[in-house]
Structure formats: structure tokens, C-alpha cells
């Protein structure tokens, strides 16, 4: 099968050898599969007004995606995760970033992908998915213990889209991976699981997801896409279908493994970038000069790049530069900057946990069974995601001095914290609980009314890791 693509029509992609056909009327060829195959003169079709979208994974990611293609074509979200896809056909994102009203109007109560009308059905159940032709893959890519990307969600999801996808189909990645991957690890999937054969039966595309968690002004319509497709003319489907819902409209690499490598980059760039202001808070901070101050100073040249000191976790910026730092070993070359920019920002945890025993030593407060009050354990503020939290390396330093603490969280599920961390988080904070010290992690807007002066008068050290504190209020921040 081979695929054919000039230009576009009433919605509709055609070659300029149609004409030859014997077909009169290329326009009235619209509810066909993906691809309409005329073998007599090996002519693809594909029609916009054809689109079928599964999404496979409604995470963070996946369900904003999904609702927002809904609002133009039949969309199919799949989870393997029976709880969440209850709790979204109900109309409740626990993820927060689907309002409630917006999640509602999108919802359709059945399978509408052999009709054609637009709207979202969710479902745990994998043959829901197998009359849809444009695969989309939204799973984690997250790291292992020893930081080695573990692409076991990938490979599963692409064993599903392997027991349902037919001649014609495409399949598009938006997970994070090192470049290569899609082609070298999960196209072969599909084809052992399929039967069919890469670039004649099926056909793929990357479109890296830029979903930034609780961010409500750049949303995913509002963030340029990059996509990509494992042919020319797949690339221009692929961009054309991202381009119908996305307002920022897109960019089309050049090819599948220029978008893999663009979106690892933006993160790790990110990271690097962190990383430089972490190490000169450390030279500061023992030269007893406010980095925030100097920030502030360095800021008003023109090209002064302004990142903030902190902890840098979630699903992202401290992952990703693990799975290009992975395939550039791979390729004979050891990456130094991006190793040290992890090493750097991994650290500063437990950097935080010791500057805060060291202030409690030097105002004389028992450190031993001394209780401390950590506030925030999320991986940034004003959302709820705690995946790869570096919150949590503060608490295991500070318990490893005999200290007793509290994290107090009003963003972070209880139930998730404990199932992922084995941390159990207190759901009240009590002002009137004599705390060695207090510790601000994560800048979560609820926090902005706590009277911290009449912890501080009860003695506590006061450390604000963000920075957001009256600078004469607090003992000292990052």
C-alpha cells in the first residue's frame, strides 16, 4: 500500500492522479476509513471528516487531548484503569486539568465512532477502540530506581494498539522518549502483535505532548505542536488533524526522530538551566548573600535567562534528560553537563533538610524528636500531581535525623501519598503545635494565609525553599 498525498479539498486530501480515475466528484468521498485504497491506480484517499481518535492513557496528558478533539471529531478515551475512566464518565478529572463543566459538555454516554458524531466516550474496555483509525499515545515514560528509562507503559500501550489496528490506520506517540524509540522499540511491537507491516499496512507519527500540570493559561490549544509522520504525506495528515483543534497552531519536523529529540531537549535544557541557579544558591548561601537578591540584580540585563533556585521533580523536567543522557551512552558518548545538571538538582533535598538542622542547631532547638511541619509534597504548586515529587527527599533527610514531620498538603490526595510514598500526610494544619521549624516546599496559593509569625513565635526556624516569603520574615531560603 502505498500512500499518495498532494493537497487538500472540502477536508478532504487527494492526488492530482485521482483525476485520472474516472472518478468525477473526489468531494462527495467522504466517510471512508482513513485511507480509501484504489488498487487500479494505487491512489490513497484520506478525508478529514473520516477521523476516528482513540486516546490511550487519560492522565495528565491524555484527557485534556481527548476532550479537546472531541469538540471536532468522534473520540474513544481509553484507560486500563477502571476507577479513572468511572470517575471521568462522571464528569470528575481528580487531575484538575479539565474543568468540570468543560469535561460535561465534551462526554457522549455511547460509542459514537461508527456514526461520525463528534464527542468523547471513555471506556476500560480495548474492543471500544478497534473500529478508530488515529491512534494516540499519551502513557508515562517515567525512570526506574537507578534512573534507566522503563518504557514498560509504552510497550504495553503499543501491544494494545497492536490487537486493534487495521490497514490504513495511523498511530501517533506523544509520550517523552529518547529519539528512536517510537520506530525502534514500539513500531516493532505493533508489527509482532499485528501482523502488519510498517509504512504499507500502518503508518505512524510523534507529536510530543508540551502539557504543562495546572497551568490554566497555557493550555494544550494554546501551545504550538510539533508533529511529525513516518512518511511525508503521513506528516502532512498528522499536522493537518493536530492543526484542526490546536489555536497555536503547529510545527512539522522533519521527521519522527527531530520531534523525539526536540521535546527531550526542551525539558533538559530546563533542567540544566535549574541546575546553574541551585549551585549558585549553594555559593551564596555560604557566602551569606540573598540569591534572590542577586537574581533580581542580574535580571534587569537584557539576555539574563531568570530561573529560580528549587526542587525540580514531576513527570518531566526530572526525568526526560535520564532518557537522552541513556541513548547518547548508547551512541559512545557520556554526557557530562546534562549528568551533572541531575546530579546537582537531585540534590537538593536533602541540601534543604540540612540547612534547616543546621539553623535549628544554631538557635539552639533540639534536633532529635523535634517535630517539623513541611509544607507542600506535591511537585509544584496549585495542582495535585505528586509524581516524582522531590518534596519527599526533604522528609526522608529530616526523619533520618530522629525528626518527627508533618506534611501538610491541601492539593495532594492523602490515599495517593501514601500509596506511592508509604507517607502518611496530615489533612489539618494546627497553628498551635510547637514545631522546631517550618518548612515552605511548595508555593500552593492556601499557603499565602497561614500565619507563619505565630509559628515563628513559638519558636519554629521559618525556611521558604520558594523564595514568595517577606525576606525579614523567614530564617533563611534557597
Known amino acids: 500500500m502505498s500512500l499518495v498525498l498532494l493537497y487538500q479539498k472540502f477536508d478532504l486530501f487527494y492526488s492530482a492522479d485521482i483525476l485520472n480515475t474516472g472518478i468525477s466528484n473526489v468531494s ?52 486500563i484503569n477502571q476507577k479513572r ?46 473500529e478508530c483509525n488515529f491512534y494516540i499515545v499519551t ?8 534512573n534507566r528509562p522503563d518504557l514498560t507503559p509504552l510497550l504495553k500501550a503499543s501491544e494494545t494498539v497492536g490487537r486493534v489496528v487495521s490497514r490504513g490506520d495511523i498511530v501517533v506517540y506523544e509520550s517523552t522518549v529518547y529519539p528512536g524509540a517510537t520506530e525502534e522499540d514500539c513500531i516493532p511491537v505493533i508489527e509482532k502483535v499485528s501482523g502488519l507491516k510498517y509504512n504499507v499496512d500502518f503508518f505512524a507519527g510523534y507529536s510530543p505532548e508540551r502539557i504543562n500540570p495546572g497551568d490554566k493559561e497555557h493550555t494544550v490549544e494554546k501551545i504550538k505542536k510539533v508533529t511529525s509522520g513516518s512518511t511525508t504525506d503521513v506528516a502532512e495528515i498528522v499536522d493537518a488533524t493536530y492543526n484542526s483543534v490546536i489555536q497555536a497552531g503547529t510545527y512539522k519536523a522533519s521527521s519522527i526522530r527531530v520531534a523525539e529529540a526536540a521535546k527531550v531537549i526542551e525539558n533538559s535544557q530546563r533542567d540544566i538551566n535549574i541546575a546553574f541557579v541551585n549551585e549558585l544558591a549553594k555559593i551564596f548561601n555560604a557566602m551569606k548573600i540573598d540569591t534572590h537578591d542577586v537574581l533580581e540584580a542580574a535580571a534587569t540585563k537584557w539576555n539574563f535567562l531568570r530561573f529560580q533556585p528549587g526542587l525540580v521533580g514531576g513527570h518531566c523536567i526530572g526525568v526526560d534528560p535520564y532518557y537522552l543522557a541513556q541513548k547518547a551512552q548508547e551512541a559512545g558518548y557520556h554526557p557530562e553537563i546534562i549528568l551533572a545538571g541531575r546530579r546537582m538538582n537531585d540534590s537538593m533535598g536533602k541540601y534543604v533538610a540540612t540547612e534547616v538542622v543546621k539553623l535549628m542547631i544554631r538557635n539552639e532547638i533540639p ?4 517535630k517539623i511541619l513541611l509544607l507542600g509534597i506535591t511537585f509544584k504548586e496549585n495542582c495535585p500531581d505528586i509524581r516524582n515529587t ?22 495532594a490526595s492523602p490515599e495517593e501519598v501514601k500509596h506511592e510514598y508509604g507517607i502518611s500526610i496530615i489533612t489539618d494544619m494546627n497553628e498551635t503545635v510547637n514545631y522546631g521549624a517550618v518548612i515552605l516546599a511548595v508555593a500552593h496559593r492556601e499557603f499565602m494565609s497561614v500565619d507563619f509569625e505565630r509559628f515563628k513565635a513559638r519558636g519554629a526556624i521559618l525556611y521558604d525553599v520558594k523564595g514568595i516569603l517577606p525576606f525579614e520574615l523567614v530564617n533563611a531560603r534557597l
Open 28 to 79: 462527495s468521498i467522504c466517510f471512508l476509513p482513513i485511507f480509501a485504497n484504489f488498487s487500479d491506480c494505487n491512489i490513497i484517499i484520506y478525508s478529514m471528516a473520516s477521523i476516528r481518535i482513540a486516546v490511550i492513557g487519560l492522565g495528565y496528558v491524555g484527557l485534556p487531548l481527548a476532550r479537546l478533539f472531541a469538540t471536532k471529531y468522534p473520540v474513544v478515551g481509553f484507560d
Open 85 to 130: 475512566v468511572n470517575e471521568i464518565n462522571h464528569g470528575i478529572d481528580h487531575t484538575l486539568e479539565v474543568e468540570e463543566q468543560m469535561l460535561q459538555n465534551s462526554l457522549i454516554s455511547q460509542n459514537q465512532v461508527h456514526t461520525g458524531i463528534k464527542g468523547l466516550f471513555c471506556s476500560f474496555h480495548q474492543e471500544d477502540i478497534k
Open 139 to 146: 502513557v508515562p515514560t517515567p525512570v526506574d530506581k537507578n
Open 367 to 370: 534536633v532529635k524528636s523535634a
Open 390 to 411: 522531590k518534596a519527599t527527599d526533604i522528609y526522608y533527610e529530616l526523619i533520618s535525623y530522629g525528626i518527627e514531620v508533618d506534611i501538610f498538603d491541601p492539593w
